[in-house]
T-cell receptor
Framework: AQSVTQLDSQVPVFEEAPVELRCNYSSSVSVYLFWYVQYPNQGLQLLLKYLSGSTLVKGINGFEAEFNKSQTSFHLRKPSVHISDTAEYFCAVSEAGGGNQFYFGTGTSLTVIP | NAGVTQTPKFQVLKTGQSMTLQCAQDMNHEYMSWYRQDPGMGLRLIHYSVGAGITDQGEVPNGYNVSRSTTEDFPLRLLSAAPSQTSVYFC?????????????FGPGTRLLVL
């Protein structure tokens, strides 16, 4: 089974500063990669996903992520965060040919400080 | 579209009681699933369905039953609640059973088992 690691459980950052949330996965096969965001007391919603092609993926709310196959990573970045970005962020992986089986990381809680 | 809806939002049960968590989607999605979210553990798949009449087990199925009699509804039944089932439960759906698909999540049901 896949293993998805989000090393940082909590990330505090000042407003307008850049942020990077890290995600590493274990699979040696082809994968699809996702970042979801969960605002307080809400369900998860998709930020962005990598299926194929360009390794730099742009998502909603100014977020982007870069797929690095050699390092099995899919780190999420934003050049300037806002208070409204305070939320829980989850990385998820599915395997090509593996149906709809998703493996989620444990989440990173991003707190933006005014 | 209402998307994915879940009821109830909150529930308190006593050990040994049974209950059903409701999930419905109005997007005509083939694939539906149930996850539980626990602190420090991310989301774990309980059961899933690739279409009406078809269900299968996920990573943590023990103590839960599901059925899918219609495309729209996918209820989760707790047979005899235990304190270990205290969690937040999310229902999700996607158009097809493929690892490339975006998952659409409901707002969650917060369950406390005493």
């Amino acid at each position: 089974a896949q293993s998805v690691t989000q090393l940082d459980s909590q990330v505090p950052v000042f407003e307008e500063a850049p942020v990077e949330l890290r995600c590493n996965y274990s699979s040696s096969v082809s994968v699809y990669l996702f970042w979801y965001v969960q605002y307080p007391n809400q369900g998860l919603q998709l930020l962005l996903k990598y299926l194929s092609g360009s390794t730099l993926v742009k998502g909603i709310n100014g977020f982007e992520a870069e797929f690095n196959k050699s390092q099995t990573s899919f780190h999420l970045r934003k050049p300037s965060v806002h208070i409204s970005d305070t939320a829980e962020y989850f990385c998820a992986v599915s395997e090509a040919g593996g149906g709809n089986q998703f493996y989620f990381g444990t989440g990173t809680s991003l707190t933006v400080i005014p | 579209n209402a998307g994915v809806t879940q009821t109830p939002k909150f529930q308190v049960l006593k050990t040994g009681q049974s209950m059903t968590l409701q999930c419905a989607q109005d997007m005509n999605h083939e694939y539906m699933s149930w996850y539980r979210q626990d602190p420090g553990m991310g989301l774990r798949l309980i059961h899933y369905s690739v279409g009406a009449g078809i269900t299968d087990q996920g990573e943590v199925p023990n103590g839960y039953n599901v059925s899918r009699s219609t495309t729209e509804d996918f209820p989760l039944r707790l047979l005899s609640a235990a304190p270990s089932q205290t969690s937040v439960y999310f229902c999700a759906s996607s158009p097809r059973d493929r690892g490339t698909e975006t998952q659409y999540f409901g707002p969650g049901t917060r369950l406390l088992v005493l």
